[in-house]
C-alpha cells in the first residue's frame, strides 16, 4: 500500500470572505438549488452504485481510496437534494433519513471538487446510467464558489483574470510585447489590434508567458495562408479560470471579451488555442454566455490544422527524422469532452510522424493530471504527482521519447512532473511543429 494511502485523512480546505459559517452554507445551498432542473434531478435519481467510475478515474485507481470514487464527489449535494427537493424529500426529511448538509462537509469536500478532480469527463464517458458526472462538478464548483470555499490559488488567479484580463499577469501591454519579440524570433508578421479581420486568434496566458513560440508558429501559418487576421488586446486571453473556479460571472466575463473583440473586426472565426479548458468554454459554452448564437465559427486550433492541411491549402514536409518514435497525449476538453479526437492524427500522418500510441488513446486516454485548475493548487501536487503515473506507464510502453499534445496546460502538467521525477521525456506542441516544416516551396 502506498504511502499516500497510509497517511490520516486530513480536512484541507481554504476560504475567502467574511462569511458565517451558516452564511456559507445557505449561500451554497441555495445555489445548489437554482441550478437543479430535470437534467440534474435525473442524474441524481440515477445512480445505481455501480462502481464503474471508480475504475475510470485514475484518482481513486492510483490510491485505492473510495472517497475518490466521483459519485461520490457529489455526494454532499445529493443529500441536499435527496432532503430537500427529490419527489420523497419529506419522507427523507421527516425520517432524518438524509440529514441536512452542514458547512463542515462542504469544507471536507473542497479537496474532492477541487484537488481530486480535473473534469475530464471519463466517468461521464463510461457511466451505464449516462450521468454527466464532470459536468456535475462543474456545478457543484459554482455552489461552492458562493460559499467562498475555494482554494486559494485557484481563487487569486480567476481572480487575477477578472481585474487584469490574464490569469498569469499577460497583460495586454505584455501580451503586445510578447507577440512583436515573437515576429521578430519567427521573421513574420503578427498583426495586432486590426480593426477589420477574417480570423481572430486568441492565445492562453500560459502560452504568453511560458511557451510564446505559439504565437509565432500560428502567426507564420497563418501569413503562410495569406489569411487577414489579428490578434486584439481587448480580446485575446482564451483560458477561463472564471469556469474552473466556479464564479460564472466572471466566466461570462471573460467569454464576452472574446466575442466582443471578435464583433468589433468582424471576424469569421475565432481561432482558439491550444488550450483544452478554453475549447469548452468557448465552443460549447459560449452561444448560452452571449444569449444568442454566436456570429462567427470556433475552432480548436487542431481542428483547424487537419482542415488546412487535409484540403491542400497549407503543404507541410515530412518530419526529419520519420523512425523516431512520438507518442501523442489527447487533452480530455478537446478529445473526448470536445470531439476532436482525429485532428491532431491527420497532421501527425502529413508530417510522416513514426507516431506509437498508448493504451489506451483518444476519447478512452488517461488525464494528464493537471486539468480543471488542479494544476495551480499547490496542495494538490503531491496527489497529482501520483496519478501522473498513469500517464508515465502509457508513454514508457510506446517506446516514445517525445509526447506532443495541443494542449499548453497539458504541455505544463508534463513539464512540471518531468521535473519532479527527473524522467528522461519531452512534450512538445504539434502547432510550433507544423510551423517549423511548412513546405515554403
Not at 495541443?406 to 513539464?415: E, K, M
Request: net charge negative; hydrophobic share 35%; proline share 4%.
Amino acid at each position: 500500500m502506498s504511502e499516500l494511502i497510509r497517511k490520516e485523512p486530513v480536512v484541507r480546505y481554504d476560504i475567502q470572505g467574511d462569511m458565517s459559517n451558516e452564511e456559507r452554507l445557505q449561500n451554497a445551498m441555495a445555489d445548489f438549488s437554482k441550478n437543479v432542473n430535470r437534467t440534474t434531478a435525473t442524474y441524481l435519481e440515477s445512480c445505481v452504485h455501480c462502481g464503474v467510475c471508480a475504475e475510470a478515474c485514475q484518482y481513486y485507481l492510483q490510491t485505492g481510496d473510495p472517497k475518490y470514487t466521483p459519485i461520490w464527489k457529489l455526494e454532499v449535494f445529493k443529500q441536499a437534494y435527496k432532503r430537500e427537493s427529490s419527489p420523497f424529500a419529506p419522507i427523507f426529511k421527516k425520517l432524518n433519513l438524509k440529514k441536512k448538509v452542514t458547512v463542515e462537509q462542504l469544507m471536507e469536500w473542497q479537496e474532492l471538487l477541487y484537488d481530486s478532480c480535473t473534469m475530464c469527463g471519463r466517468c461521464s464517458l463510461v457511466c451505464p446510467m449516462c450521468i454527466d458526472i464532470a459536468t456535475m462538478i462543474g456545478q457543484a464548483r459554482h455552489s461552492m464558489f458562493t460559499a467562498g470555499l475555494v482554494p486559494t490559488e485557484l481563487h487569486a488567479v480567476a481572480q487575477r483574470a477578472r481585474e487584469e484580463g490574464s490569469p498569469l499577469g499577460a497583460t495586454p501591454d505584455v501580451f503586445e510585447d510578447r507577440a512583436d519579440w515573437m515576429a521578430d524570433e519567427w521573421d513574420t508578421d503578427v498583426p495586432f489590434d486590426e480593426d477589420e479581420a477574417d480570423i481572430l486568434v486568441t492565445m492562453s496566458s500560459i502560452e504568453i508567458m511560458k511557451y510564446p513560440g505559439a504565437i509565432g508558429a500560428t502567426a507564420k501559418i497563418l501569413n503562410a495562408l495569406g489569411e487577414k487576421w489579428t490578434l486584439r488586446g481587448d480580446g485575446y486571453e482564451a483560458t477561463n479560470f472564471g469556469m474552473l473556479s466556479g464564479n460564472t460571472a466572471w466566466q461570462k466575463h471573460s467569454t464576452m471579451k472574446i466575442i466582443d473583440a471578435a464583433k468589433k473586426c468582424g471576424a469569421k472565426l475565432v481561432l482558439l488555442p491550444e488550450c483544452g479548458h478554453a475549447y469548452g468554454a468557448l465552443r460549447w459554452m459560449g452561444a448560452n454566455q452571449n444569449g444568442e448564437p454566436l456570429p462567427f465559427e470556433v475552432k480548436h486550433v487542431s481542428e483547424w490544422l487537419a482542415e488546412i492541411v487535409e484540403s491542400g491549402r497549407l503543404k507541410v514536409n515530412k518530419v526529419k527524422d520519420t523512425e523516431t518514435p512520438f507518442t501523442f497525449h489527447d487533452p480530455c476538453q478537446v478529445s473526448r469532452r470536445g470531439g476532436a479526437t482525429s485532428a491532431p492524427r491527420v497532421v501527425m500522418e502529413a508530417l510522416g510522424i513514426n507516431l506509437q500510441e498508448m493504451t489506451p488513446t483518444g476519447d478512452d486516454t488517461w488525464c494528464c493530471g493537471g486539468g480543471g485548475g488542479v494544476v495551480t493548487i499547490k496542495r494538490a501536487d503531491e496527489l497529482r504527482h501520483k496519478v501522473f503515473e498513469l500517464k508515465m506507464e502509457q508513454v514508457e510502453k510506446t517506446g516514445a521519447e517525445t509526447v506532443l499534445s495541443t494542449c499548453s496546460n497539458c504541455r505544463q502538467s508534463f513539464a512540471d512532473s518531468i521535473e519532479h521525477f527527473g524522467w528522461d521525456k519531452k512534450v512538445e506542441s504539434l502547432l510550433e511543429l507544423v510551423a517549423e516544416n511548412i513546405d515554403e516551396d
